[in-house]
């Protein structure tokens, strides 16, 4: 069993991660930036090592100096949490080669699904559906033009070491192409160094469907059911869902067993995340995997009962899955919706600063996963969400009443959040009937008042 283990993440993540470690007896070590010093898992930890300045750069990026923080303070497992180096391959390398059990699937398998088109190469192997798109990358713009022919328009350009919608660009004819691949292009080489991209059909306003994979080393693998992550705004997850309104028992079976074989087919250990876009008529077609947990992971622990973080952890310590198949029941429901410090009035923009009052709302069938706290200032430098809220109910529309309920007690003063945006959607017929697709919220903000959300 781990008996220390070293956080490599902030806000609510490092937390989460912190009271798992807890409830199985594993010692912690948080690593901060000079701006998260006054942050609760820091507070919480048994210990905690300064790593450097404010920015993420300098600090939750710097492999090395979490690496030397790891080894003054010998732990024996390192938790990455989501973000910063929870995909870097490099890192985890370097984890094994001092001896520190990289908590998470081998430096392989990271390389190989953060690859996009070596993943869509492995799915085509293990015969799960991809989109049709071309085979492998395409590095120039003349060949990209005849294969996107090929293909038909319109098509996602995508890099290959993509993520958060970054180096991910529409064409929908040929006269608009070149200038969609290039840009693509070069977002893709200023955010991750690889301005490799390649093509795929674009799919018109399908669902986002994700299927929660266990591993463990001795070959099991289990699947815990969907999330439905639709509603997206600028291919950002804004609201996520267990079970999806919208797919059928059929297809949610067909996908459970797509992604298992997906993951066994490379030995998968870890937690890891297979995500599908469902189109109109029910097909589904693989487009990644993530190789972490994610974000929404409460929202299948609370449908299911398992605590993927401290399976996570188990697993990592040589233990084989605490769970077979047969064991997942899933006969409950749950909504999250993000909240982000940010303002929707002025196109969501970042709202950094120190909170006043903050109160978090309760009750039955209510879950806050957040760090924050009356009088804790949000550092300007990382990502904009600093909560998450979480309803369970027997039925979709008991979740989405009890989520209502809970936005409209939770008080954040001194800073914007997202939150009346949050419950507008909430409320919205559209989404309450389960009709949201890709494209909800470009279409709620065409059509809804800007003074019902703001």
Do not use: W
């Amino acid at each position: 069993m781990l008996k220390k283990v070293l956080i490599a993440n902030r806000g609510e993540i490092a937390l989460r991660i912190v009271r798992a470690c807890n409830e199985l007896g594993i010692k912690t070590l948080a690593v901060y930036s000079e701006a998260d010093e006054q942050s609760l898992h820091v507070q919480l930890a048994d210990e905690a090592i300064c790593i450097g300045p404010a920015a993420s750069n300098l600090s939750y990026l710097k492999s090395d100096r979490i690496i030397a923080a790891a080894e003054i303070a010998d732990v024996d497992g390192i938790h990455p949490g989501y973000g910063f180096l929870a995909e870097n391959a490099d890192f985890a390398e370097q984890c094994a080669k001092c001896n520190i059990k990289f908590i998470g699937p081998g430096s392989e398998a990271i390389i190989n699904f953060g690859d996009k088109a070596k993943a869509r190469d492995m799915a085509i192997k293990a015969k799960v559906p991809v989109i049709p798109g071309s085979d492998g990358t395409v590095d120039n713009e003349k060949e990209a033009l005849i294969v996107a022919k090929q293909i038909g328009f319109p098509v996602i350009i995508k890099a290959v070491a993509g993520g958060g919608g970054k180096g991910m660009r529409t064409a929908h004819n040929a006269v608009t192409f070149a200038k969609e691949y290039n840009n693509a292009r070069n977002e893709a080489e200023k955010a991750f160094g690889n301005g490799a991209v390649y093509l795929e059909r674009f799919l018109d306003a399908p669902r986002h469907i994700e299927i929660q994979l266990l591993g463990d080393q001795f070959g099991n693998v289990i699947h815990l059911g969907e999330r439905d992550c639709s509603v997206q705004r600028r291919h950002q997850k804004v609201i996520e869902e267990a079970p999806s309104p919208f797919i059928s028992d059929k297809i949610r079976k067909q996908m459970g067993r797509d992604a298992v074989k997906l993951a066994k087919s490379v030995n998968y250990e870890g937690a890891g995340t297979v995500e599908f876009l469902v189109d109109g008529n029910g097909d589904y077609f693989f487009i990644e995997m993530n190789t972490r947990i994610q974000v929404e992971h409460g929202v299948t622990e609370e449908v299911t009962g398992v605590d993927l973080v401290k399976e996570q952890l188990l697993i990592a310590s040589g233990l084989p899955l605490s769970y077979k198949q047969e064991d997942i029941k899933i006969t409950k429901h749950c909504i999250e919706c993000r909240v982000c410090a940010e303002d929707p009035a002025r196109n969501f923009a970042p709202c950094p600063g120190e909170i006043g009052l903050y109160y978090a709302p309760g009750g039955h069938g209510v879950r806050i996963d957040s760090h924050c706290y009356s009088g804790y200032t949000i550092p300007p430098y990382y990502d904009s969400m600093i909560a998450k809220v979480m309803t369970i109910a027997k039925t979709r529309e008991l979740a989405l009443d009890r989520m209502d309920r809970a936005l409209g007690e939770y008080l954040i003063h001194g800073i914007k959040t997202n939150i009346s945006f949050s419950r507008a959607i909430i409320r919205d017929p559209i989404f309450r009937e389960g009709k949201a697709t890709t494209k909800y919220i470009e279409e709620f903000l065409e059509r809804v008042p800007k003074d019902l959300y703001t």
